[in-house]
């Protein structure tokens, strides 16, 4: 016997449990984009996939970019945790592997996580200023890169006459290209010899090394090793 679902259409099996109608449709929301692209969401395409009747979504999403706004805070979220599970895979007294962390979690979330990245990305399809969670999260992540940065200006790392927010814009610019790249299918033209995931991650670590001033453990170790050759 065919099962129906909450909007009568047959064939469709998805059902969401009572109370998490928000995610449903968010996830149905991935799966379109997804398949189709964003440029064929809607609010109703949702609620079909999602199982329940037309109206049933207009009480939390009035619109479709406020359906997209909450795919972005979605992806904030896991950006934010994938950033904190890097931070804490190296040294928190050193600011400078600290702040390539961020770059580093920034990298593995968005190639992990192509279509959240593309949606958090474009301006033109979420309400960025309307969400405060995004804009709360966003400012954190900032706010904690130029922490790190006035850290390694203090150990000497970098230089004393810095433009931290200009040095902040050059890295968040930096690792969206990489990310857009690799997302874009760029690297076998401008790459070919690694993995996209390797070369992101050996590319950001150039960056960083340029933009800073070795410590000097890595000062002697560099000399070490120019003495032994």
Known sequence: MTKTTDSGEAGNTKRYHHGNLVEALITATVEIIEERGAEHVSVR???????????????????????????????MNRLTEAVANAQSKVDSADPVAAFEAIGQGYLEWAITNPTHFQIISSRT???FDASESLRDQNEAIRRKMIDLLTQAQQQGRLA???DFDHLVLAARAFVYGLA??????????????????????????????????????????????????
């Open 180 to 229: 857009r790249m690799a997302i874009d299918g760029h690297f076998p033209e401008w790459h070919p010899s690694e993995p996209p995931s390797l070369a992101v991650q050996r590319a950001l670590r150039l960056f960083i090394s340029q933009m800073t001033i070795p410590s000097k453990a890595q000062s002697q170790e560099h000399a070490t090793r120019a003495r032994d050759r």
């Open 125 to 127: 399809l979420i309400d």
């Open 45 to 75: 395409e949702a609620a079909k996939r999602a199982g329940v009747s037309p109206g049933a979504p207009f009480r939390h999403f009035r619109s479709k970019t406020a359906l997209l706004t909450a795919v972005a805070e979605q992806a």
């Open 160 to 162: 004393p006459n810095t």
